[in-house]
């Protein structure tokens, strides 16, 4: 089993930056996992944010491509997300997500896919003030 647990967010007026963090941890856990970001905003799907593969190749939402990114620090078993220049439109609830596949499922059609996952963790609400 695969625990998946996310910390950082708050509130930060438009402009600013937020660092959101994903520790994971279980006897199961280890560095082919490839790890992902999603958001959700109050009436919204839950959307694909970002990705970063076991070798550590990076995708993203083209909504946030050059003001997000995301980073992996295999000694920690910690994923990152580092938000610059946030807008009103980032404001969501964030959740980190754990894949098994590795290799295998380390493309990004298959990564932009919430379902591809199977850890997630209980998210962490980002409120960007306009």
């Known amino acids: 089993q695969v625990q998946v647990g996310e910390s950082g967010g708050g509130l930060v007026q438009a402009g600013g930056s937020l660092r959101l963090s994903c520790a994971a941890s279980?006897?199961?856990?280890?560095?082919?996992?490839?790890m992902g970001w999603f958001r959700q905003a109050p009436g919204k799907e839950r959307e694909f944010v970002a990705a970063?593969?076991?070798?550590?190749?990076?995708y993203y939402a083209d909504s946030v491509k050059g003001r997000f990114t995301i980073s992996r620090d295999n000694a920690k078993n910690t994923v990152y997300l580092q938000m610059n220049s946030l807008k009103p439109e980032d404001t969501a609830v964030y959740y980190c997500?754990?894949?098994?596949?590795?290799?295998?499922?380390?493309?990004?059609?298959?990564?932009?896919?919430?379902?591809?996952?199977?850890?997630w963790g209980q998210g962490t609400q980002v409120t960007v003030s306009s």
């Open positions: 997500a754990a894949d098994s596949s590795g290799l295998f499922g380390s493309s990004r059609s298959n990564l932009v896919r919430p379902y591809e996952y199977d850890y």
């Open positions: 279980g006897r199961a856990f280890n560095s082919k996992y490839n």
């Open positions: 970063i593969t076991w070798s550590t190749d990076t």
